[in-house]
């Protein structure tokens, strides 16, 4: 075993052209002495939250250009066996309406939502609203929704209509209840224009407060309702409100108890954080905040309330990485292979909170890197996803746009930048690496890539 540290800057990016300029070489002097010293890349990652971030950093996705479980049924053409979908289907009568709930970030999915839709009314004889909950992180996904929108408009107005619009982050709102059961709220039947104004004023799309593009579906006694929920919405509130009444309940993946789904996770247990550690004898000494432990948890743990006897949770304090001298006795009188420090920087209104803790992070990785060269360490640092918010510098309103990509740092005595690079990856490429290296068992795909003598050649001239 290794000993290997993982910080996370979380909200931390790579800045994107239309960025206000947040991090520099004066800010954060260790930061950019390590970024020209060590491996260092960027990773993929369109996680723009907490929950979903840990998520993708613990379970794999699927690989690209295989087809998925929905997918193969529907290129099977058994999709309209599937019991559940059929009962959806059945149970909607000509007084009733059948509500889906579709959870959005971006278009990959609509195919597969078309296909239901057709098979829940083929007859086209059965009242359907479709409801979008926007999950997105970046005002540019705005436009995949548009394109969604039109495609409905132009293809399905005979299978069903757009109900309600709102971001995920809003839907425990009174604002929904009100639409929901009593149409009251604003109305946009030329949403491209509500679109526009929610971009202009860098509303991203999570946070869209609710809005009607068609009328006609508040919610009455024995209709149906379906959770098309590829992303995981906490609804709470929402969800205990309107199942006060009578009502039909399904759902596309589990989602609460007792309600009927159509299809199992995609995910594997057995290929989640946790896991991978268990397996190993891999013990991990996980740093956050009170408030996060949970989630942390949940996501590591292949999204299973069960706790892992392979991973310690403890709060959080910069007091533990003060010196060098208190990082060496943290990780040489604890019996763990590796630590994850979790800060996060999002949250904030204002640049000057964000530089400050930037700055102050800066000093801790200067000890946890001094540490890690005299003891013969591994220390990493990423984050698992990028902000897109407005803040104020002074009195002046600035966009930071982190998203879409988040640095790597990687600092080993054995793997130096003279014979080693990173390889493009994502934050699970980033877990598996950091397993990797406290224990060679774990053969997973890894970040670090071996220069080749040409390759070598190439980086002299750098």
């Given amino acids: 075993m290794r000993k290997t540290v993982l910080m996370l800057i979380n909200g931390f990016g790579v800045e994107q052209k239309d960025s206000a300029e947040v991090y520099s070489a004066k800010l954060m002097p260790n930061m950019d002495y390590m970024v020209k010293n060590y491996l260092f890349g960027s990773l993929l990652t369109n996680a723009g939250d907490y929950n979903n971030a840990y998520r993708m950093f613990s379970i794999p996705e699927k690989t690209k250009g295989k087809e998925d479980e929905i997918d193969f049924l529907i290129f099977e053409k058994k999709l309209d066996q599937n019991e559940v979908l059929k009962n959806v289907r059945d149970n909607i009568g000509e007084e009733n309406c059948l509500h889906i709930f579709y959870a959005i970030e971006n278009i990959s999915k609509f195919g597969q939502v078309r296909e239901f839709l057709r098979i829940i ?179 590591l743990n292949g999204m299973e309330k069960r706790k892992s006897p392979n991973i310690t949770y403890a709060l959080n304090d910069m007091s533990l990485f003060s010196t060098k001298e208190k990082v060496v006795d943290l990780l040489e009188s604890n019996p763990y292979d590796g630590i994850i420090i979790d800060y996060v920087i999002s949250g904030y209104n204002r640049m000057e909170d964000i530089k400050r803790d930037l700055q102050n992070i800066d000093g801790v990785i200067k000890n946890i890197s001094d540490a890690a060269k005299e003891r013969d360490y591994t220390f990493i640092i990423s984050s698992l996803y990028g902000m897109h918010v407005p803040v104020m510098e002074g009195v002046v309103q600035k966009v930071i746009n982190f998203s879409g990509k988040v640095p790597c740092i990687f600092q080993s005595n054995l793997f130096t930048k003279q014979e080693y690079s990173l390889n493009t990856g994502n934050t699970y490429s980033l877990s598996q690496t950091f397993l990797t290296n406290i224990n060679d068992e774990v053969k997973a795909n890894k970040l670090v890539h071996k220069l080749s003598s040409i390759e070598k050649m190439l980086s002299k001239g750098k």
Avoid at 189 to 215: H, W, Y
Avoid at 242 to 256: D, N, Q, R
Wanted: charged share 30%; hydrophobic share 35%; glycine share 6%.
């Fill in 121 to 299: 009314n083929a007859s086209k004889n059965k009242k359907v609203f479709l409801h979008f909950i926007l999950t997105g992180t970046s005002t540019s996904g705005y436009d995949d929704i548009i394109k969604v929108i039109s495609k409905i408009s132009f293809e399905l107005s005979d299978y069903c209509k757009i109900g309600m619009v709102l971001g995920r982050n809003k839907i425990n709102t009174d604002d929904v209840q009100r639409v929901f059961y009593r149409e009251l709220g604003e109305h946009w039947n030329e949403s491209t224009k509500k679109f526009d104004i929610l971009k202009r004023e860098i509303v991203n799309p999570e946070d869209a407060g609710v809005f009607m593009i068609s009328g006609g579906f508040a919610l009455k006694e024995n209709d149906s309702v379906l959770f098309i929920n590829y992303e995981d919405v906490e609804m709470e509130k929402f969800y205990s409100d309107f199942t006060k009444i009578p009502l039909k309940l399904y759902s596309l993946y589990p989602f609460k108890e007792g309600i009927p789904y159509m299809f199992k996770r995609e995910e594997e247990r057995s290929t989640c954080f946790s896991s991978v550690i268990e397996t190993h004898g891999i013990r991990i000494l996980h740093l956050t905040t009170e408030a996060r432990i949970n989630d942390v948890n949940f996501y």
